[in-house]
T-cell receptor, first 114, second 114 residues
Framework: DAKTTQPNSMESNEEEPVHLPCNHS???????IHWYRQLPSQGPEYVIH???SNVNNRMASLAIAEDRKSSTLILHRATLRDAAVYYC???????????????FGQGTRLTINP | KAGVTQTPRYLIKTRGQQVTLSCSPI?????VSWYQQTPGQGLQFLFE???????NKGNFPGRFSGRQFSNSRSEMNVSTLELGDSALYLC???FGTGGTYEQYFGPGTRLTVT
């Protein structure tokens, strides 16, 4: 089953960019890379996802390596509200038969200093 | 548009009992996934339902089961509760199943087994 590896924790300063790395060396060609974040006492929140090309939305950017074995979530200008645990997850296509296991890593706890 | 709702929000049960948790997805979403979150194991995928059919399944014993109704609402059941089942149970809905679609999480049901 595809697995992701992330640093346990990272720290950054407010209003600076943050680059959160994720390794997924066993990714298959049809796996999408999803990022979610979980603020304290809340359910996870969708951030961004992509397949091969880099993606941008209002929350963040996702940079995907050419070999797709790693990706980086970029928060362009961190705020105190971005302090959360960030999860990088691989999500594959639908399988009619057989189980597809979705594997979450431990995530990266991001601390933002004022 | 209303978000994902889960009931109850908090629950205390005794070992050996069974419990049923409920999830109402975002209107129009046909996929519902369930996750267990504990401090030690992190976020673990339980199962996913789409159009009343289980499409994906994680590595949990048969005591954990679920179902989805024709209106996309879903329930999960845990029988013969064990102390280790104490966790936050999260439900997530998406428009479709597979990596193309982002998931929207509910606030979770906090289950305590004594």
């Amino acid at each position: 089953d595809a697995k992701t590896t992330q640093p346990n924790s990272m720290e950054s300063n407010e209003e600076e960019p943050v680059h959160l790395p994720c390794n997924h060396s066993t990714i298959s060609g049809t796996d999408y890379i999803h990022w979610y974040r979980q603020l304290p006492s809340q359910g996870p929140e969708y951030v961004i996802h992509g397949l091969t090309s880099n993606v941008n939305n209002r929350m963040a950017s996702l940079a995907i390596a050419e070999d797709r074995k790693s990706s980086t979530l970029i928060l362009h200008r961190a705020t105190l509200r971005d302090a959360a645990v960030y999860y990088c997850i691989l999500r594959g296509p639908v399988r009619i038969q057989g189980a597809q296991k979705l594997v979450f890593g431990q995530g990266t706890r991001l601390t933002i200093n004022p | 548009k209303a978000g994902v709702t889960q009931t109850p929000r908090y629950l205390i049960k005794t070992r050996g009992q069974q419990v049923t948790l409920s999830c109402s997805p975002i209107s129009g979403h046909r996929s519902v996934s369930w996750y267990q979150q504990t401090p030690g194991q992190g976020l673990q995928f339980l199962f996913e339902y789409f159009s009343e059919t289980q499409r994906n399944k994680g590595n949990f014993p048969g005591r954990f089961s679920g179902r989805q109704f024709s209106n996309s609402r879903s329930e999960m059941n845990v029988s013969t509760l064990e102390l280790g089942d104490s966790a936050l149970y999260l439900c997530a809905s998406s428009f479709g199943t597979g990596g193309t679609y982002e998931q929207y999480f509910g606030p979770g049901t906090r289950l305590t087994v004594t």
